[in-house]
C-alpha cells in the first residue's frame, strides 16, 4: 500500500474527529452564552451572520461569483429556514434550560428522525437493521423523559420535546436538498446562500422581540464566546466540505457518535454535569441507534447542520 493510499483515511479519521469535537462544543458554548445574557434569537443572528460573512468571502473568492437565481433564492430561503433559522433557535432557547450532554444527544438524533422521512419521500429501501436503530433512539429519549430522577427536574421535560424540533427539521432539510438541490450548485456556495437568508429571516425576529445582542467596548466573556463560535461554526463548514470530499457522505454520517461524546465530555467539564443511570443507558441506546441507522447507508445526502451544529 503507498503513503498516500494510507494517508487518505486518516487524513479522513483526523477531520472527522475534530469536526465532531468543533460540533460538539458548540453545545457548551451556547449553554454558556444563554445563562450568561445572550437572549437565544440574538446568539442565533450572530450565529448566522458571522459564518455567512466567512463563508461567503470564501466562495466568492473560490468561485469568484454567486448566482442568486429566483429559484435559487427559493432553494436558499428553505433550507436557511429549516436548516438554520428554525432547528438552531429551538436549541438556543433550550440551551439555557437543558443540560449540554442532554442538548447534544437529542439534537445529534438526526440520522435516526431522517431515515422514516427518506423512507416517505423514496429516497431509501426499508432496512429492518436501520428499524431496529429507530427504535433505539425512541427508548433512549424515553429513558431521559420518564423516569423522574432521569433530568435535574421533571419541569425540564418540555424543554426536551421542544428540542426535538431541531432534529426534525435539520432531517427535513436534509431530505429537500437531496429531492431540490439545484442543478450545477456545490455544496460550498449552498451554504452560503443559506446562512445569508437565514441571516435576512432573523433580522424581523430579532427587531420584533427587541432580542438583538449588540457587542460591548472592551469585549464582554460572553461577546468572546459568541466571536469564538462564529469561528468554530465557520470551521466546522470547511472541515465538513474537505470530509466529504475526501471520504464521503457515508463516513460523514459518523460524525454525530463523535459530537454526542463530544457534548457530554464539556459538560462534565465546563458545568459538572453528571449522568446518571438513566441518562447513561440514553447515551448508550443512541450511540448504538446511530450505528445500525448510518452504517447501512447506501446513499447519504450532503445535509448541512446547523449546530452549532
Not at 474527529?17 to 451556547?30: E, F, K, R
Not at 473560490?62 to 432553494?75: D, L
Not at 433559522?85 to 437529542?106: D, E, G, K, R
Not at 467539564?269 to 450511540?287: D, P, R, Y
Request: hydrophobic share 50%.
Amino acid at each position: 500500500m503507498s503513503t498516500q493510499q494510507t494517508a487518505k483515511p486518516l487524513l479522513g479519521l483526523t477531520i472527522l474527529i475534530v469536526l465532531g469535537v468543533v460540533w460538539g462544543t458548540g453545545y457548551s458554548i451556547a449553554r454558556f452564552a444563554m445563562t450568561n445574557g445572550v437572549p437565544p434569537l440574538g446568539y442565533s443572528f450572530w450565529q448566522s451572520l458571522g459564518p455567512a460573512i466567512i463563508i461567503g468571502i470564501i466562495t466568492l473568492y473560490r468561485n469568484k461569483s454567486f448566482q442568486m437565481t429566483t429559484s435559487r433564492s427559493r432553494y436558499y430561503l428553505i433550507c436557511g429556514l429549516t436548516g438554520i433559522v428554525i432547528p438552531n433557535t429551538s436549541m438556543y432557547f433550550a440551551a439555557a434550560h437543558l443540560p449540554a450532554s442532554i442538548l447534544a444527544m437529542i439534537v445529534n438524533t438526526v440520522p435516526v428522525v431522517a431515515y422514516p422521512m427518506a423512507l416517505c419521500a423514496r429516497l431509501e429501501r426499508f432496512d429492518a437493521q436501520r428499524m431496529i436503530g429507530i427504535l433505539l433512539a425512541f427508548s433512549g429519549l424515553m429513558f431521559i423523559i420518564l423516569p423522574k430522577s432521569s433530568l435535574p427536574s421533571p419541569d425540564l421535560v418540555p424543554w426536551v420535546l421542544s428540542t426535538l424540533i431541531t432534529p426534525v427539521s435539520f432531517a427535513f432539510c436534509s431530505i429537500y436538498i437531496a429531492r431540490f438541490r439545484p442543478e450545477g450548485s456545490d455544496t460550498l456556495s449552498s451554504t452560503a446562500g443559506m446562512l445569508i437568508f437565514s441571516s435576512l429571516l432573523l433580522i424581523p425576529l430579532v427587531c420584533f422581540a427587541r432580542s438583538f445582542y449588540l457587542f460591548h467596548v472592551p469585549l464582554t466573556m460572553p461577546d468572546w464566546v459568541i466571536i469564538l463560535e462564529i469561528f468554530l461554526s465557520s470551521i466546522g463548514y470547511l472541515l465538513f466540505f474537505q470530509l466529504i470530499k475526501i471520504a464521503g457522505p457515508v463516513y460523514y454520517s459518523l460524525v454525530d457518535t463523535i459530537v454526542v461524546l463530544t457534548g457530554v465530555f464539556w459538560g462534565y467539564i465546563i458545568f459538572g454535569e453528571h449522568l446518571n443511570k438513566w441518562t447513561t443507558t440514553a447515551v448508550c441506546l443512541i450511540i448504538v441507534s446511530l450505528f445500525l441507522v448510518t452504517r447501512q447507508q447506501k446513499k447519504a445526502t450532503e445535509a448541512i447542520p446547523g449546530h452549532n451544529k
